[in-house]
């Protein structure tokens, strides 16, 4: 655990993402009595040091005790967060029955199990077979739902908003809070109240804002949240209305017809209904909700039966029972168990992202007081030489102390960020966290979902490909025109529409396909006169019939299995009208429907066909159908499983949609591209279909070649003794549109004109979500080449991309993320800069949420980020050396007993130092992105180098004043006098000093506020460069000739001649123009531009990704094009890679089987002899036709191979 607790811990939720360790403990009135009053004697600091370590507070306050005595519970999770519960035990008069002993933590019940001797989590029904919801059909006794509402609790999403008390102390409690108030402390002693007050007045700002924001954003939630409604329940056998809280998981609810929101998680049981899920999903496309199936063979789980449960949150928009019967539901999770539950959850208690810029500003304070060592002994010495008093002696040692970190760093570091989100508001992008702009600014690497996000949401219909007597026939591009066969069939039911309001609701893609069909659709009610026996839950039929009067023409729909992107298709039942026989309709992924359907149905051509419309970037789904026996009755076919239906299809041919690039696509990505950012897509879609778009988007170059991955796990062969396990990685060039316009083949098979080889490293790996999860699972070393050249990753699951963001992470790379929808959202999360493309409720899993829907914004938020972190870094170098080279002239005022006066602090810490910082991130970004990211790190060499040279400088002219001013004839030395310690006369010498160190500020000003090429010339904000002109001319004025008041008020004195201020005044002059050409043109010109790169590349990579990528540069036989790469799996192979293998299998097989047609097999090696793939036996009387849709007009090529001359765009 590494809290200190050295004894063996217990764990609870054991292999899940919310694992913690558990330790109890018994309250010791001794130990809190004797902590009481230390944190009395401690003024407080140790209360502070307990909230900051919650194992010093149970240490000092509790004695380590059995997990069933407890009275308190010490939680500690995978992120290092610490949580402290108190345990709930019974009331001694409460029955055995009844007892429950319980924590909440992160808002989730945890009760004693007494039989296994551990605390369990409360979530929901444990139902894991489908037909066990059935059972509960009749609902809950009262005596049931008592009892279960004790033991889940009341079915509530309720957030408490803290106390402000206890925000304010969450919020002082830092270490910054805590050394301005020692500063104060200091400095209200030494009655130097202006800049106290300042400092004070500026802390309650920046902790009234904060706590002030906190609280509104905690209401603004807990009104959206909250959600309270009467709801039918079925009670004791009898319908009853029920407040919603007192819902609980097995209690039974009847559905209203008309529109509604649900107020838990609840698995459907009769009727269907529409809901719109976008609360949850980002997705405003409507949903088909079915009921659960009645299969005791079928298992539950909430992943793969979505279609079957109504989750709390999401809008109902309509529901309906075919048969008259209500539409029942039983509670399947509530409160913050629910969906809905744990989307706010993940809001309350997100994962604790390592900010590495605030833990460097940790550093650099114990660098500070480390540093600041030897100006306090000498402080010291010099006081004590002086016989000071020793009360004086004190004071300004530890007045010292007060120089060593700048005192308004966290305000102006929030102002930096409040200026850079502000700026990102106005271009329609808000951030939930205003500490991740700072991450954007060293992003290099940006994967983008594409549909919707680099491709428009929306599908277009191209045309269908039918199939008649096993072959392809001619592309049709107008759908009415098709004959009333099955795949029109198919097209007309095949989908998950309904009807509210007369108007059509579903996904645009059904819809498009719909009414392009020129059908319609009903929606019988009970009583309603239909031609079937029953009444189906929908009938379909053409437009031109007068349903229905014309008997042969409507089908019905009778079961729908709806789509599932785990399954990736969908499936209907359906019966038409005065056949004597069901049929059954399916629609997905092509690969997978060519599965599905007996071989003899599928053309010989369909792998050329298929690549020809994926390689040109069209979206293609495959379509079959299914003839069930005719003594199949209406019952018997809503009950058989699904994989009895699906199952000895007939391939009915293809349909051809095409997702355009938005507009916005083709540009940004250049703009990514000459920054030097890398892009990944990572899709849901066909990999040919992606492998096209990521071409014509410019991810993958003109001249750049694309290796497709693919893994499979190799059976051990039982004849080989030890043999074991073994993963197959094969690695092939994938064929490209018009990739053979740009290669001229010969005769002998040669190729003479290569545009690009694997030698110059200029390739890209294609992968499946499939492949991606072996090679994760089985060979990290191989994940890791992959991951560094994979540009395209298709068919992901949202968990692949979850890992795709996390391996890239453990690369080295700082990793954006771009997406419009639900699968992204774990992605866009983990990412160090998730940018969410929808304004639903699920777009608070990203820190960032933009409301135009392209990707035009990813460059503005690197954009804002680098100003943000360049700001950032020209903040803390001008405040440390504000702090560091007034501490100097300080202490070279300290030589001879002299002391800056009151005055002349308030000009200098409040005039000349207040507003420079607190203005610096008002300055906006550089319009352009360059290929060099700023610096990340300020502990890195060229920050502190130019800290510390700058300080140097700046000592060196105060040294020279002082040694200008002891040289003059008329010049008077000071005496020193203990009684007026701190309230020294003037000097000439404290004047000279003063005089060139009010310059430095101006200076520091200047050159630490940076400009192109990552924000714009200081010059350009008005604003700011009026404050350094207004500063420039209050220090001319009074270092050259101050009036008396003024120099009274500083403390300076006057000497007998003008040129000798003006001397002064022109050594200033000359320290900002040294200073000036040393840090803009050598430091940030010469050093930045040309040594610290000499330096880098002399020194070798760093992150681990740069090694890797040497790795591979030095390596000229990796990949193995053409050949396989084996590895031996590890021996600890679980259930569910089991199952990962297994898809893998079928999936392999059927990718060898759709290969036996391939004409040639890519395996190209740097010029070398283009291999041929297994002979194929060809049939030159059979002939196909691809059509390509452009502009409303077809291009048809007919052939039986693809020659070096066919066109494929």
């Not at 059909?137 to 005596?143: A, K, M, P, Q, R």
């Not at 729908?560 to 009208?577: D, G, N, Y």
């Not at 080889?757 to 072996?774: K, P």
């Not at 700082?814 to 998730?834: E, F, R």
Request: glycine letters at 6%.
């Amino acid at each position: 655990m590494g809290d200190g607790f050295e004894e063996e811990e217990e764990k609870i939720n054991v292999g899940t993402d919310e694992e913690m360790t558990i330790v109890g403990f018994r309250m010791s009135y001794p130990k809190t009595i004797l902590t009481s009053i230390g944190v009395l004697l401690s003024a407080g600091l140790l209360l502070v040091l307990m909230s900051w370590k919650k194992t010093i507070l149970m240490k000092l306050t509790h004695n380590r005790c059995p997990i069933e005595e407890a009275e308190k519970v010490f939680l500690e999770d995978m992120h290092t967060q610490q949580f402290v519960e108190k345990v709930i035990r019974p009331a001694e008069k409460t029955l055995p029955s009844k007892q429950q002993t319980y924590f909440h933590n992160k808002k989730i019940k945890y009760i004693w199990d007494p039989q296994h001797s551990k605390f369990i989590k409360i979530e929901g029904l444990d139902i894991r077979n489908c037909a066990n919801f059935h059972s509960l059909l009749d609902g809950l006794h009262t005596t049931e739902a008592i009892l279960r509402l004790q033991h889940y609790g009341e079915n509530s999403i309720f957030i408490e908003v803290q106390p402000i008390y206890r925000l304010v102390f969450n919020e002082v409690k830092g270490p910054f809070y805590i050394y301005q108030l020692f500063i104060v402390i200091v400095w209200m002693v030494q009655i130097y109240y202006q800049f106290a007050l300042c400092i004070v007045f500026l802390s309650m700002m920046s902790v009234t804002a904060t706590v002030w924001e906190t609280r509104k954003q905690t209401n603004a939630l807990r009104e959206a949240v909250h959600t309270e409604a009467i709801v039918t329940v079925l009670r004791d056998g009898k319908e009853v209305q029920k407040p919603s809280e007192d819902l609980v998981p097995g209690d039974v609810i009847l559905l209203p017809q008309s529109q509604f929101v649900m107020v838990c998680d609840a698995v459907l049981l009769s009727g269907n209904c529409v809901v719109n899920e976008s609360m949850l999903t980002g997705e405003s496309t409507p949903i088909t909700k079915v009921p659960v199936s009645n299969d005791p063979n079928t298992r539950f789980n909430t992943n793969n039966n979505k279609r079957n449960v109504l989750f709390c949150g999401t809008e109902v928009l309509h529901s309906r029972s075919a048969d008259g019967s209500p539409i029942k539901a039983v509670v399947y999770r509530t409160g913050f168990s629910t969906s809905k539950g744990e989307l706010v959850r993940a809001i309350l208690f997100p994962k604790p992202i390592h900010f590495k810029l605030y833990s460097e500003l940790f550093k650099c304070m114990v660098l500070f007081f480390v540093i600041g060592i030897p100006p306090i002994i000498y402080t010291t010495w010099i006081w004590i030489i002086l016989k000071a008093y020793t009360w004086d002696v004190i004071i300004i040692v530890v007045d010292v102390l007060t120089f060593l970190v700048p005192p308004v760093l966290p305000a102006v570091l929030t102002s930096i960020n409040a200026h850079a989100q502000r700026r990102l508001r106005k271009h329609g992008i808000y951030c939930l966290n205003s500490r991740y702009i700072n991450f954007c600014g060293g992003l290099d690497v940006v994967c983008f979902d594409k549909t919707g996000t680099l491709t428009e949401d929306c599908l277009d219909i191209s045309g269908v490909v039918p199939i008649d007597d096993g072959r392809f026939e001619r592309a049709v591009k107008h759908l009415n025109h098709l004959p009333n066969s099955p795949l029109m069939k198919a097209m007309a039911t095949c989908h998950s529409l309904t009807k509210v309001d007369n108007k059509l609701l579903g996904h645009t893609l059904d819809v498009k396909i719909f009414e392009a069909i020129g059908w319609d659709l009903e929606e019988p009610s009970f009583g309603d006169q239909v031609p079937f026996e029953r009444i189906p839950p929908r009938i379909v039929y053409p437009k031109t019939c007068d349903f229905p009067n014309q008997p042969a023409s409507a089908i019905a729909v009778v079961r729908q299995f709806p789509f599932e992107s785990l399954l990736r298709r969908m499936s209907v039942v359906a019966k038409t009208q005065g056949s004597d026989h069901f049929e059954v309709f399916l629609k997905g992924a092509p690969e997978l429907v060519c599965s599905l359907s007996t071989s003899e149905t599928v053309p010989d051509n369909y792998k050329e066909v298929l690549e020809f419309y994926t390689r040109q970037g069209f979206r293609v789904i495959g379509v079959g159908s299914r003839h069930l026996d005719s003594h199949i009755s209406w019952d018997e076919v809503l009950k058989m499983p699904r994989d009895e239906l699906e199952k000895d299809l007939q391939f009915q041919g293809l349909v051809v949609l095409q997702n355009r690039l938005k507009q916005e696509t083709i540009p940004t990505l250049n703009i990514l591209k000459q920054a030097d950012i890398r892009t990944i897509m990572v899709t849901g879609d066909n990999l040919l279909t992606a492998i096209t778009v990521s071409r014509d988007c410019g991810m993958v170059e003109e001249c750049d070649s694309v290796i497709s991955v693919e893994a499979r796990l190799v059976a051990a062969d039982p004849t080989v003794p030890g043999s074991r396990l073994r993963l197959q990685v094969h690695y092939d060039y994938a064929k490209l549109p018009g990739f053979s316009e740009k290669l001229n083949i010969g005769q002998n098979g040669m190729v003479d004109d290569l545009c690009v080889t694997v030698g110059d490293g200029r390739y890209h790996f294609a992968m499946e979500g499939t492949t991606f999860n072996l090679i994760r699972l089985h060979d990290t070393q191989l994940l890791k080449k992959v991951v560094l050249k994979g540009t395209i990753f298709a068919r992901m699951l949202p968990e692949h991309k979850l890992n795709l963001i996390e391996t890239l992470q453990s690369l080295g790379h700082q990793v954006g993320m771009c997406g419009d929808g639900a699968n992204d959202c774990g992605a866009l999360k983990t990412a160090h800069a998730g940018v969410s493309l929808s304004v639903a409720e699920a777009s608070v899993a990203a820190p960032f949420t933009s409301t135009q829907q392209n990707i035009q914004c990813i460059p503005q938020v690197i954009k804002e980020g680098r100003a943000a972190l360049a700001a950032t870094f020209g903040a803390f170098r001008y405040m440390v050396c504000y702090c560091f080279v007034l501490l100097a002239a300080v202490l070279i005022m300290f030589w001879d007993g002299q002391k800056p006066s009151d005055g002349g602090y308030v000009i200098i810490d409040i005039v000349l130092n207040l507003l420079p910082p607190i203005i610096f991130g008002s300055t906006h970004a550089y319009p352009g992105l360059v290929k060099r990211p700023p610096t990340r790190s300020i502990i890195s060499f060229l920050p502190q180098f130019s800290m510390f040279s700058f300080m140097l400088i700046q000592i060196g002219v105060y040294v020279l004043a002082y040694e200008y001013c002891l040289m003059q004839p008329w010049y008077e030395p000071f005496i020193y006098d203990k009684d007026r310690t701190h309230l020294p006369a003037a000097s000439h010498s404290g004047t000279a000093i003063l005089s060139v160190n009010m310059m430095s500020y101006v200076i520091a000003a200047t050159i630490f506020s940076p400009g192109p090429p990552y924000r714009k010339n200081f010059l350009s904000n008005k604003l700011y460069t009026g404050v350094i002109v207004v500063e420039f001319l209050l220090v001319s004025y009074f270092t050259i000739y101050p009036a008396d008041s003024v120099a009274n008020f500083i403390n300076l004195k006057r000497a007998p001649f003008i040129e000798y201020h003006l001397t002064l005044y022109a050594l200033s002059l000359a320290n900002f123009i040294i200073s000036f050409i040393w840090e803009i043109y050598f430091i940030q010109g010469f050093l930045f531009e040309y040594v610290v790169p000499a330096l880098r590349r002399w020194k070798g990579p760093i992150h681990k990704f740069e090694k890797l990528q040497l790795e591979l540069a030095s390596n000229s036989k990796w990949p193995p094009v053409g050949r396989y790469e084996i590895t031996t799996v590890r021996e600890n192979f679980n259930d569910e890679d089991a199952e990962v293998a297994n898809s893998s299998r079928r999936s392999s097989r059927r990718h060898d089987w759709m290969r036996r047609s391939s004409e040639l097999r890519h395996s190209m090696l740097a010029g070398l002899k283009l291999a041929k793939a297994d002979s194929v036996e060809e049939e030159p009387e059979e002939t196909v036709s691809f059509v390509t849709f452009r502009e409303g007009r077809s291009r048809v090529r007919t052939g039986t191979s693809f020659s070096s001359d066919q066109n494929f765009v």
